[in-house]
């Protein structure tokens, strides 16, 4: 078995921030993806990377910078905070197979002020 | 882009009842279809998939595929309090587009 670790767990932040989110996988699975989850707007793919070093574009990347820095790691930066903000972003990884399953971190909660 | 409806949003259903979940998704090359279940503050966890037309049963699961119709359906046999949560489903185009496309979720809640 793995698992997935999200760090910070709650991230308060201010208007016009930029904030920073954490994710590593024990896994050795090659793909990672992050995910925004809205309350009533279910789960939005933000970036997510095939290998080291790649990053694709998902449907909500505008905002978003990412890095894959390594194979187990996978960072999120929110480039500029938005007041009121409140989300729950979701990190996963699954291996390249079809049948092979998406796991998924805890999430950090972010809420900015 | 592959669109994905879950009905119904929500479902209420007496303890050791059937619970019925459907979802219908919008790319018929979708190799696999996923159904996650997500409790309150926590990541989903992936519960069961179907690659081939027709039935898969694990333990109080059931899930049909309709490729015909790009319809899918989850049965819960006997549901419990603990099957409350939201449940996901997601298609898989498998290949060399790595992405699975999330429905909003049904939100299935089981009284005691």
């Known amino acids: 078995g793995g698992i997935i670790t999200q760090t910070p767990k709650f991230l308060i932040g201010q208007e016009g921030q930029k904030l920073t989110l954490k994710c590593q996988q024990n896994?050795?699975?090659?793909?990672m993806y992050w995910y925004r989850q809205d309350s009533g707007k279910g789960l939005r793919l933000i970036y997510y990377?095939?290998?080291?070093?790649?990053?694709q574009k998902g449907d909500l990347s505008e905002g978003y910078d990412a890095s894959r820095e390594k194979k187990s790691s996978f960072s999120l930066t929110v480039t500029s905070a938005q007041k009121n903000e409140m989300a729950v972003f979701l990190c996963a990884s699954r291996s390249l197979g079809d049948q092979d399953t998406q796991y998924f971190g805890p999430g950090t909660r972010l809420l900015v002020l | 882009q592959e669109k994905v409806q879950q009905s119904p949003e929500s479902l209420i259903v007496p303890e050791g009842a059937m619970s019925s979940l459907n979802c219908t998704f919008s790319?018929?090359?979708?190799?696999s279809i996923w159904w996650y279940q997500q409790h309150p503050g926590k990541g989903p966890e992936a519960l069961i998939?179907?690659?081939?037309?027709g039935n898969k049963k694990e333990g109080r699961l059931t899930v049909y595929l309709n490729r015909a119709s790009l319809h899918v359906s989850l049965h819960i046999r006997d549901s419990q309090p603990s099957d409350s949560a939201v449940y996901l489903c997601?298609?898989?185009?498998?290949?060399?587009?790595?992405?699975?496309?999330f429905g909003k979720g049904t939100k299935l809640s089981v009284k005691s």
């Open positions: 998939s179907i690659f081939s037309n």
């Open positions: 997601a298609p898989n185009s498998g290949g060399s587009n790595a992405k699975l496309t």
């Open positions: 790319n018929s090359a979708s190799q």
């Open positions: 896994f050795n699975h090659d793909t």
């Open positions: 990377s095939i290998t080291e070093n790649d990053l």
